[in-house]
């Protein structure tokens, strides 16, 4: 069976947490009824570092920490949906103050369930969701943490890891035959089979590589992230890193594949000329029509290998990544930790935080 199973999809409740939950709201002063507000990446990193000890204080020991079921509305009576929070938030700041809320919940939640006592290697992604997840982490307090080592995926994570005082290590040093236990990261759309686009913050390798160093990869997003179909929501393309000496030839290669205007990415407003990558490359931004799924090619009237521009996610992923002078691609496919042992790019599970304050959950179907 293809696609996300019908009884993998689970709505969570924020009043089903525990009540060190709420301490972690009330501690950081963010709640699905007061949005969190919008920080840029270096106030996020200040508010964290000088937060904490709050956290702290607010949390109550590890030995006391106890995982709350996940709560599911399936077969339940139905219940009078509460007031839409996206209804409300009519200016551009509670808009954005919305979509903070919402990762931070699908952060929480994430963590919750997949950062188990006993782990004691973490990988951290990249991106302005990571910042709640690093947040979920530090709040849990030292004692749980003390094990821990914590992998960024670049700089903006390792800054992060540092500013909550979390072990930090890096993937380089992974001994040899050693996997992560969990990595956590975010996603820029996740399609129905939970294949994802990544590296709208130009990290996509060094994510890729994390994600397919670690037992299970979970992925942690908004509700603007969710699409039946790779390239629907996400319109900016998918973001390929390249080597700069080869741009040119690869932006050719990509208009013959049936792009839509494919282009380097520049670094304005930071800097003149194109966005260079923690590993000193350029990304491109490729759109192509929306990517079709192997089920969409039952019918037999499409072919997904690229004629007309139209792929499956697949067939373009792994056409890509032939290209000359691609490094890496953000099209993050195939296979899951729960079907291979290792090298698994897709997540196990996606969690994301809904515009209503819950958290719905995506699992791949069996």
């Not at 749980?144 to 380089?172: C, D, H, K, R, V």
């Not at 741009?247 to 407003?269: H, W, Y």
Request: glycine letters at 10%.
């Amino acid at each position: 069976m293809n696609g996300i199973a019908a009884g993998t999809v689970t709505r969570l409740n924020t009043l089903a947490h525990p009540p060190h939950f709420a301490l972690f709201a009330s501690a950081l002063s963010f709640s699905a009824s007061q949005p969190a507000p919008v920080f840029g990446a270096a106030a996020r990193l200040h508010h964290l570092s000088s937060t904490r000890a709050g956290l702290l204080a607010a949390i109550p020991a590890a030995s006391s920490h106890q995982r709350a079921p996940l709560t599911s509305n399936i077969g339940s009576r139905p219940a009078k949906a509460p007031p839409n929070p996206r209804r409300m938030a009519t200016t551009a700041e509670e808009q954005a103050n919305l979509v903070e809320a919402s990762k931070r919940l699908a952060a929480f939640q994430a963590v919750k369930d997949h950062l188990l006592p006993e782990y004691t290697r973490i990988g951290i992604g990249s991106g302005s969701t990571v910042v709640y997840v690093v947040e979920a982490i530090a709040a849990l307090g030292p004692a749980a943490t003390a094990g821990m080592s914590f992998y960024p995926t670049g700089a903006q994570s390792e800054q992060l890891i540092e500013a909550a005082a979390l072990n930090l290590q890096y993937i380089n040093k992974l001994p040899a035959g050693q996997q992560l236990d969990v990595a956590f990261d975010g996603a820029d759309e996740v399609d129905e089979d939970l294949n994802l686009i990544k590296g709208g913050g130009a990290c996509l390798w060094q994510e890729k590589i994390v994600a397919a160093s670690a037992k299970k990869f979970v992925c942690v997003a908004d509700f603007r992230k969710l699409a039946q179909r790779l390239g629907t929501a996400w319109t900016k393309g998918i973001p390929i890193e390249v080597l700069p000496m080869a741009a040119p030839r690869v932006l050719d290669e990509l208009l013959r594949m049936g792009s839509l205007n494919p282009r380097i990415r520049p670094g304005l407003p930071g800097k003149a000329g194109a966005i260079v990558t923690d590993n000193g490359m350029w990304i491109i931004d490729a759109p192509f029509a929306p990517l079709l799924l192997a089920r969409d090619l039952e019918s037999g009237t499409q072919s997904g290998s690229g004629a007309g521009g139209v792929w499956t996610v697949d067939a373009l992923a792994d056409r890509l990544i032939k290209v000359p002078g691609v490094a890496e691609t953000g099209l993050f496919y195939g296979k899951n930790g729960l079907e291979v042992a290792s090298g698994a790019q897709k997540p196990v599970a996606a969690y994301f935080g809904m515009a209503d304050g819950t958290v719905q959950v995506k699992t791949p179907s069996v």
